[in-house]
């Protein structure tokens, strides 16, 4: 197009960048911008914004921070685009700043500016103030009655230790769906409440067929709580399920690493071994593990071996291994 001429208008260049991705591709996206340096488009904010998000997808904050900043107008969809960025990149009090920049600049925030608020709220410890300001004014706006608010305001809850405030916003919900239930699942599960999450499961069977990541937060409840025998039932379950049994490698790591904090290695290798696709990073580690608390040298090298053999690309197994070695050296020594 460029050979020809023609000058690529606002709408091309936003669906070009869109195929950007990766790290490596940063290069070719600066080269892109700087054929429009100096000129209208740069500072247009449709394009801005695809910039800004290009940046992102492939690995350069400060790039993505620049532009941003040289935007002529900066609207909610523009800030969206930074404060995800942030998001990505752990950079919670910079996303939180932008946040308040919206309402300084007279905008109000659309559901994404919320999602991606309660994001940032669930990957790094914040002031519980903060999320009940957040949660405050999904309410205000009525984005609460949105399925996926009510899930993020729930999973924020969650993390941040509150589950009765998780609770009284599941249950305010009339209309509750699958993905609603899995929240609430899993934020009991993850504060150490595996029996309610067990008891909140069967509620949902009641009425739903639950997808892989029900499941899969069912499992992490189980493994948290030393439920071994509702692990093993529900790992059942879901196999019998022929429309999920194609994709149970995270769920097989679960219920490896349930078996392991219980001491059961021999369980847990046996149920690596017959794993019906090639295991996740996830399920080797999960039992390493297990091999270093008990600690179990043999079964360590067994599985890291197995590990080497099928050419995992982690560092992950060499590590642990390395630690087990580690602490069966200081065993000895200590004898």
Known sequence: MAMEGMCPDRFILVGVLDAFEKEQELEEGRRLHACIRGTELETDTVVGTAFVNMYSKCGSLHDAEILFDKLFEQDVVSFNAMIATFDLFGKTKDAFQLFNQIYQQALLPEKVTFLNMLLACTTEKVDLYVGKRLHALCVFSEFINESSVGTAVIS??????????????????????????????????????????????????????????????????????GLIDEGNYFLQCMKNETSLSSSLVGHYGCMIDLLGRAGQLDEAEALLENIPQDPSVGSYTALLGACRYRPD??????????????????????????????????????E
């Open 156 to 225: 924020m809850y969650g993390k941040c230790g509150k589950v009765d405030d998780a609770r009284r916003v599941f249950d305010n919900f009339l209309d509750v769906n699958t993905v609603l239930w899995t929240s609430i699942i899993a934020a009991h599960a993850f504060n150490g409440q595996g029996k309610e999450s067990v008891f909140l499961f069967g509620l949902m069977r009641q009425k739903f067929v639950p997808d892989e990541i029900a499941f899969l937060s069912i499992l992490a409840a189980c493994s948290h709580a």
């Open 297 to 334: 040298v043999a079964c360590a090298e067994r599985t890291a071996n197995r590990a080497f053999s099928v050419g995992l690309k982690s560092s992950s197994p060499y590590v642990m291994l390395s630690n087990i070695y580690a602490t069966e050296c200081k065993l000895n020594i200590a």
